[in-house]
């Protein structure tokens, strides 16, 4: 596979953009500006905290009290306000690796970060997008300024990093553009490597690690399904992946692009150390170009095993973690790839270990594609080493962007699609609470008029048959006068011109049967919240 067959957005965004995000960008203004890193426009957080805060005017030709104008604003903080589904993260294209891997949560962890997420008291849904390349947190956040806050707290507190630190890092994004957003990672739209599949399984690991987890709720958990659908649909129609390479395959480019003249693929010892995902793809990009002998460092053999068993002519020596430092002293290009959460290969270790060989000027290469990192950052200090990370992917360009740019804007058009059906959907979930109040308003007045009518009656008219009835009496009446109300509360979301009726349908019923309650369904959710804590 040559260099020319990648394409690197390499963008950078700006952090937390500043102006009112909305869905007006078109299609070919996302494509053209994908190299900025979004033309949706973002917003800054500490901006729209501060731009949020209402003003109470004490005019004094009102005839309303100042202090019930505050009260009547207090108690109307959250009728005022819808849930909003909101993605606060970090990415490649604006923050350095340094960052990325105090906040990188592992798999096996992100269901204990959507219970702490959605232990505060403003979010409701929560979900964990972490790899090498972004970090986002996807939540449905019952007060939008307040659930960002607390967010951005959570992360700081997590992370060790201050939030005033973060905030120059973070992006924002709501409602639509946060919807698009995430359409746009699971179709690779938003890689280092545009139209790269992996980033596709890591959403699918998104819903797997989600399912029984309370907290990755309805709007989460289909917003996700719909992401895997249109990061599907977008591969099939447009083969924007067709050529495109992955993190493993352009480390093994950049590797090769540093050898010195004299090194080659043929005489460089290789080192893997870590057989995931990750490493098994290094390994066979390197046997793609050639390379006939590696070394294969991993906690177990039999991970190894599995890969030397589908890679033939190819000699692939197993190595125990125990014997990690033996094997790099050993070594001329190591590749590193696993979970760890803390650095394999320190400066100290390093130091020590025989310079490489003659061909590679005696310097050894390290490419480490982890985060957090494999290899720690003061190794690069050593004059008999380089290191490179997956920030310094970037060199890796493609000769065919305008290919990937033509293909990018017909999976736009896929994505908006896409994007309109699902926050049709999304609105069609408005009219539930509706539904129930009006089934339980229905209910009540069932109860109290079959209660009235056996009332009346004498005990020797009333027997279990005379009961069940006029029970069952008032439940027909009563299905049937709400079958026509509720067919109208429902619809599939795809139809705009439904959606919009059923809408207006919901709140008229609100109005004509008094169903819009002083405390509002956010605010009820909210104290329950805080009265179950300690």
């Given at each position: ?224 399904k719909h992401a895997i659908t249109v990061g599907k649909r977008v591969r099939t129609e447009t083969n924007i992946s067709a050529g495109a390479v992955s993190v493993s395959s352009a480390a093994v480019e950049l ?280």
């Amino acid at each position: 596979m040559a260099v020319s067959t990648s394409f690197f957005s390499g963008g950078k965004s700006e952090p937390f953009f500043l102006k009112h995000c909305s869905s007006s960008s078109s299609s070919f203004s996302y494509v053209t500006t994908h190299l900025s890193f979004h033309g949706r426009n973002k917003k800054s957080l500490v901006q729209s905290q501060k731009g949020s805060s209402s003003t109470i005017r004490c005019d004094a030709s009102s005839s309303v009290d100042p202090l019930q104008q505050l009260k009547t604003s207090a108690a109307d903080r959250y009728t005022k306000e819808n849930s909003s589904l909101v993605v606060i993260g970090l990415s490649v294209h604006t923050t350095p690796v340094e960052l990325r891997e105090k906040l990188a949560i592992p798999e096996a962890e992100w269901p204990r970060a959507i219970g702490e997420l959605c232990g505060l008291n403003h979010i409701e849904e929560a979900a964990v997008l972490s790899t090498c390349n972004r970090m986002e947190i996807y939540v449905v956040a019952l007060s939008q300024h307040r659930g960002i806050k607390e967010v951005t707290e959570w992360m700081s507190n997590t992370s060790g990093i201050p939030a005033s630190e973060l905030s120059q890092y973070l992006f924002l994004l709501y409602n639509k553009d946060a919807t698009q957003h995430l359409f746009e990672v699971s179709a690779g739209l938003d890689s280092l490597v545009m139209g790269e599949g992996q980033i596709l399984a890591q959403v699918k690991q998104v819903v797997k690690a989600g399912q029984g987890v309370n907290g990755f709720g309805r709007n989460i958990s289909g917003l996700f399904k719909h992401a895997i659908t249109v990061g599907k649909r977008v591969r099939t129609e447009t083969n924007i992946s067709a050529g495109a390479v992955s993190v493993s395959s352009a480390a093994v480019e950049l590797a090769l692009m540093k050898l010195p003249d004299q090194a080659s693929h043929g005489n460089a010892r290789m080192l893997v150390i870590g057989a995931g995902k990750m490493g098994k793809l290094v390994i066979k990009h390197l046997v793609a170009k050639g390379c006939k002998k590696m070394v294969v460092v991993n906690r177990t053999e039999e991970r190894v095993s599995a890969i030397r068993d589908e890679i033939n002519d190819v000699e692939i020596i197993y190595k125990p973690l125990s014997d990690m430092l033996e094997c790099v002293g050993e070594a001329d290009v190591v590749f590193t790839s696993t979970a760890s959460e803390n650095p394999l290969i320190l400066k100290q270790h390093v130091k020590e270990l025989p310079f490489a060989s003659e061909e590679m000027g005696r310097k050894r290469l390290f490419v480490d594609i982890s985060v957090p990192r494999n290899v720690g950052s003061c190794v690069d200090d050593l004059e008999s080493v380089k290191v490179y990370n997956v920030d310094n992917l970037k060199e890796v360009v493609a000769a065919n962007k305008e290919e990937r740019l033509r293909k990018a804007m017909e999976a736009q058009v896929i994505i908006g699609e896409e994007s309109g059906q699902f926050e049709a959907w999304r609105d069609s979930l408005e009219t539930v609470p509706t539904i129930k109040k009006l089934r339980a308003y229905a209910e009540r007045l069932r109860i109290a008029e079959v209660e009235k009518c056996l009332g009346k009656m004498s005990d020797e008219d009333i027997n279990k048959k005379t009961q069940k009835a006029v029970d069952d009496l008032g439940r027909g009446i009563v299905n049937k006068m709400l079958h026509g109300p509720m067919q109208h509360l429902r619809c599939d979301g795809s139809d705009s011109r439904t959606l919009s009726e059923t809408l207006e349908n919901m709140h008229a019923l609100n109005r004509m049967f008094g169903l819009e309650t002083e405390v509002s369904v956010l605010e009820q959710k909210i104290r329950a919240k805080v009265e179950q804590k300690p």
